[in-house]
């Protein structure tokens, strides 16, 4: 029984030796084409040779492992595997290392109190602070409950006037146009990524990783506010010339936020013009659509999608501010 037990044993450690293996190769291959340039990649399991010599190479190399290092080491690699599909060859860049960028670095030096709050006691809402002259303006929606009657209207109020406190770091909000208090004081964190009030209120600047105000160097006088809508989908307000009766709204959408710190995000109706595609049979229809995709990056030392950006096809940049 006790030999039967060693070989059942050395068995599973050849399996999960052969399994670590496999998923190795396959998830280095993966990696190839951003990290070589090769156009594709294949992941293929040829067998093994067969033979006393090779079997018994494998097994010594076994045994000198423990079966809790086997386990451990096929666990790692098998998840390192599995971020691969998930990412696909687009967004492994985000598995580069290295010395943060010096525009990287700049992007996040620059980042101000501006940006998308989010507030624990309105989680449909939002809060969008933006700078102006001396002190700010401030667009805000506490949503609509999700067990509001089907015919409640999300209530937008706009251009509110924010002070700012000598030092930047305390604003003066006035809420009574929804019935709130007046002159309430909000402190800025240090990292500007919080404002906390004195009822121990506290709204988190940009908590989806991706929302925020950005710049276009196209349009300097104009902003891109980016937030999430539902789900997965996005609203983006598009402002050219930093008036707000020209701001329209696009629809978008981003794919899975595990691959942060990069994501890819998709823009409809943004360039107002549309891509058709070729009729491949006489009763196929012809589709067309306006749309476009940005790579967005939170990555501080990749020299392609530098830090707090959307990068397009075009090498147009936008900047989080």
């Given at each position: 029984?006790?030999?039967?037990?060693?070989?059942?044993?050395?068995?599973?450690?050849?399996?999960?030796?052969?399994?670590?293996?496999?998923?190795?190769t396959?998830?280095?291959?993966?990696?190839?084409?951003?990290?070589?340039?090769?156009?594709?990649?294949?992941?293929?399991?040829?067998?093994?040779?067969?033979?006393?010599?090779?079997?018994?190479?494998?097994?010594?190399?076994?045994?000198?492992?423990?079966?809790?290092?086997i386990?451990?080491?096929?666990?790692?690699?098998?998840?390192?595997?599995?971020?691969?599909?998930?990412?696909?060859?687009?967004?492994?860049?985000?598995?580069?290392?290295?010395?943060?960028?010096?525009?990287?670095?700049?992007?996040?030096?620059?980042?101000?109190?501006?940006?998308?709050?989010?507030?624990?006691?309105?989680?449909?809402?939002?809060?969008?602070?933006?700078?102006?002259?001396?002190?700010?303006?401030?667009?805000?929606?506490?949503?609509?409950?999700?067990?509001?009657?089907?015919?409640?209207?999300?209530?937008?109020?706009?251009?509110?006037?924010?002070?700012?406190?000598?030092?930047?770091?305390?604003?003066?909000?006035?809420?009574?146009?929804?019935?709130?208090?007046?002159?309430?004081?909000?402190?800025?964190?240090?990292?500007?990524?919080?404002?906390?009030?004195?009822?121990?209120?506290k709204?988190?600047?940009?908590?989806n990783?991706?929302?925020?105000?950005?710049?276009?160097?196209?349009?300097?006088?104009?902003?891109?506010i980016?937030?999430?809508?539902?789900?997965?989908?996005?609203?983006?307000?598009?402002n050219?010339?930093?008036?707000?009766?020209?701001?329209?709204?696009?629809?978008?959408?981003?794919?899975?936020?595990?691959?942060?710190?990069?994501?890819?995000?998709?823009?409809?109706?943004?360039?107002?013009?549309?891509?058709?595609?070729?009729?491949?049979?006489?009763?196929?229809?012809?589709?067309?659509?306006?749309?476009?995709?940005?790579?967005?990056?939170?990555?501080?030392?990749n020299?392609?999608?530098?830090?707090?950006?959307?990068?397009?096809?075009?090498?147009?940049?936008?900047?989080?501010?």
């Amino acid at each position: 029984q006790s030999r039967n037990k060693s070989k059942n044993t050395d068995r599973s450690i050849l399996i999960l030796t052969t399994i670590n293996n496999m998923i190795s190769t396959c998830a280095l291959m993966m990696l190839v084409p951003v990290l070589g340039g090769v156009a594709g990649f294949s992941c293929q399991h040829h067998g093994t040779r067969t033979g006393a010599a090779k079997t018994s190479q494998l097994m010594m190399s076994s045994t000198s492992q423990s079966r809790r290092d086997i386990l451990s080491n096929a666990a790692s690699v098998a998840t390192f595997g599995l971020s691969a599909l998930v990412l696909g060859p687009n967004d492994a860049v985000a598995f580069q290392t290295g010395p943060i960028t010096a525009q990287s670095a700049a992007n996040k030096a620059a980042e101000s109190y501006q940006g998308v709050y989010s507030d624990p006691n309105h989680p449909e809402g939002y809060r969008v602070i933006m700078a102006s002259g001396k002190g700010a303006t401030m667009t805000l929606s506490d949503g609509v409950a999700k067990d509001a009657p089907d015919s409640t209207e999300e209530k937008t109020y706009k251009n509110i006037p924010v002070a700012i406190k000598e030092g930047g770091n305390e604003f003066l909000f006035d809420f009574s146009f929804k019935g709130g208090p007046k002159e309430v004081v909000g402190t800025l964190s240090n990292d500007k990524k919080t404002i906390t009030f004195p009822d121990g209120n506290k709204w988190t600047k940009n908590a989806n990783k991706y929302d925020g105000i950005y710049k276009d160097p196209k349009y300097p006088d104009g902003y891109r506010i980016l937030r999430k809508f539902k789900s997965m989908n996005t609203i983006t307000e598009v402002n050219d010339t930093g008036n707000p009766k020209d701001s329209r709204f696009i629809m978008g959408k981003h794919a899975s936020l595990f691959s942060i710190p990069t994501a890819t995000f998709t823009f409809y109706d943004y360039t107002g013009k549309e891509t058709c595609t070729e009729k491949l049979c006489r009763t196929c229809e012809v589709v067309c659509k306006d749309e476009i995709e940005g790579q967005f990056s939170l990555q501080e030392s990749n020299t392609v999608f530098m830090y707090g950006t959307i990068t397009f096809p075009d090498k147009t940049i936008w900047t989080r501010i």
